[in-house]
């Protein structure tokens, strides 16, 4: 067998592109599922905090490395929390551009069509993966921050038949993201199949694959409420909802995929073809999972291994090789259109994430006690001003208050919470034991923000609350040390371990506008 030649990274260019992609995409700590994977990191260094509902992140801590390894790194540099997660960022910024130059390199003969590849990414790589629920790559940290790396250095290995280094970068990514684990195991199978037999054969083997993925346990029937209501709300799990345009997104790759497939493109390579046709079942037998799961509601418990999220590695590679092939058949002889291309398309996702996060900053840097969107500035001054051990009552709905900018409570606070409707019951999601509670939670502190203080005794009385936030006026008769920009923090009259709130004095210590 012909020895496969060793690729060189080019660290200084690739360290560049990572800052672009930064400048471009922008950083936000603790938004959407940051705030599910950072308070369990968040725990294992401060054991002290969170000293309620933590199982609404530790589920998902239970099944990965992710937190283990945030923690252990902050411990080890003597950086705070958020540093260390900034940081992290940046290193897998950079991991993941590295990754797509040297699936770029084993997909391409020319320097133009792999550098082509490379940029459009970098500009791009915010996009959604059509209507998986996911971005390429997140512009925050979570666990896919490191297992979409991991899974394009696997693929790389793979392709180039260096099986013992794939396998450890499988675990490595078992480890730190199932899920996304279990679709690189499968698109490799699909890469091991596309080589050794018959079209057929491999459609087959495909399905075969696919149904001995399916976990034990999984029972057949309708899920019921409250679980029903959370699995549901997620709309991207179930094909029957997704529009003509969604449906675009899945099938345009495939068919192009399909042309790749043929390996007659100019300066291509055999990976090229190979990755190409493997992808084809890959998209093929998802589609048909997805399908099958909407068929009827007895498998409406399979619904949550979310078959379609292979669309996220899909779209991620159909991206990268179009862009390659775009820098093959485009820029030889004409380099400029490079930039022409690409410089449109890093404006348009800087405005796509000035959308998304209106009221904060572009780029939030670690070390910040105030910010733009008064939000977070609620949240920072919560994590300098209240006990560790604070509980707080937050309007179960808060996570999509446009002010909210989908930043988390517990992640930027770094205290304990009752259950959210959003985000928590995308865990539960995922974990149907914990349906019950999270409605009930989730129920109890349904619109807070119009609660008069009996309300918030009431609230005391059934769970172990001490702290509230507030979005609007603070009712008379609370004692809230913090009143700015339309939000207010206040203790709980009643709650276990407060003296008794000054009803006389509702205002007692306020911080005025």
């Known amino acids: 067998m012909k020895k496969v030649p060793r690729l060189q990274l080019p660290f200084v260019r690739l360290g560049l592109l990572t800052a672009a992609a930064l400048a471009i995409h922008g950083y936000h700590l603790g938004v959407e599922d940051g705030e599910i994977y950072i308070p369990a990191a968040r725990k294992l260094l401060r054991p002290d905090l969170y000293p309620y509902a933590t199982e609404f992140f530790e589920s998902h801590e239970r099944l990965s490395l992710f937190a283990p390894i945030v923690a252990w790194t902050a411990r080890l540099t003597h950086l705070s929390m958020d540093w260390t997660i900034f940081l992290w960022y940046i290193a897998t910024l950079f991991f993941t551009l590295a990754a797509c130059w040297m699936l770029a390199a084993a997909s391409f003969t020319a320097t133009r069509a792999r550098w082509c590849a490379v940029l459009i990414i970098a500009a791009i790589l915010t996009m959604p993966a059509t209507n998986t629920g996911l971005l390429l790559m997140d512009p925050y940290l979570t666990a896919r921050s490191f297992s979409t790396p991991l899974t394009l250095f696997a693929l790389v290995a793979v392709l180039r038949r260096r099986f013992i280094t794939a396998g450890f970068l499988t675990l490595i990514t078992a480890a730190i993201h199932p899920q996304m684990a279990a679709y690189l195991v499968f698109l490799g199978a699909m890469l091991w199949i596309a080589e050794r037999i018959s079209s057929r054969e491999k459609a087959a083997s495909a399905l075969s694959a696919f149904s001995l993925a399916l976990p034990a346990g999984f029972g057949l029937g309708p899920a019921q409420e409250p679980y029903r209501e959370a699995l549901y709300a997620r709309d991207f799990y179930f094909l029957s909802t997704w529009t003509w345009y969604d449906w675009l997104g899945l099938l345009a790759p495939l068919v192009f995929l399909a042309w790749f497939a043929k390996g007659k493109l100019r300066g291509t390579t055999p990976e090229f073809a190979r990755l190409s046709l493997a992808l084809l079942p890959f998209g093929v037998v998802s589609i048909l999972a997805g399908a099958a799961i909407v068929s009827t509601h007895k498998l409406d418990m399979y619904a949550r291994l979310q078959p379609l999220r292979c669309f996220h590695l899909i779209t991620f590679l159909f991206m990268l090789l179009i862009a390659g092939v775009v820098g093959e058949y485009v820029t030889k002889g004409r380099l400029w259109v490079i930039p022409a291309l690409c410089v449109p398309l890093a404006a348009g996702m800087y405005w796509v994430d000035r959308e998304t996060y209106p009221f904060s900053s572009h ?126 923090v206040c203790k709980i009259p009643g709650a276990p371990g407060l003296p008794p709130a000054n009803v006389a004095s509702p205002h007692h210590d306020r911080i005025n506008p």
């Open 363 to 488: 780029m939030e840097w670690p070390g910040r006690t105030a910010s733009p969107n008064p939000w977070i500035s609620t949240l920072f001054w919560i994590r300098q001003n209240t006990p560790t051990d604070a509980i707080f009552a937050v309007d179960s709905r808060y996570f999509k208050d446009p002010e909210v900018d989908v930043h988390g409570f517990r992640a930027l606070s770094e205290r304990s919470a009752l259950a959210d409707y959003y985000k928590d019951g995308g865990v539960v999601a995922i974990f149907p034991k914990l349906a019950e509670e999270w409605k009930q939670m989730s129920s109890a502190t349904y619109g807070l923000n119009h609660f008069d203080v009996s309300d918030f005794m009431r609230l005391a009385h059934e769970y172990p609350v001490t702290w509230t936030v507030i979005h609007g006026p603070a009712p008379a008769g609370m004692e809230c040390p913090y009143q700015q920009r339309g939000y207010a």
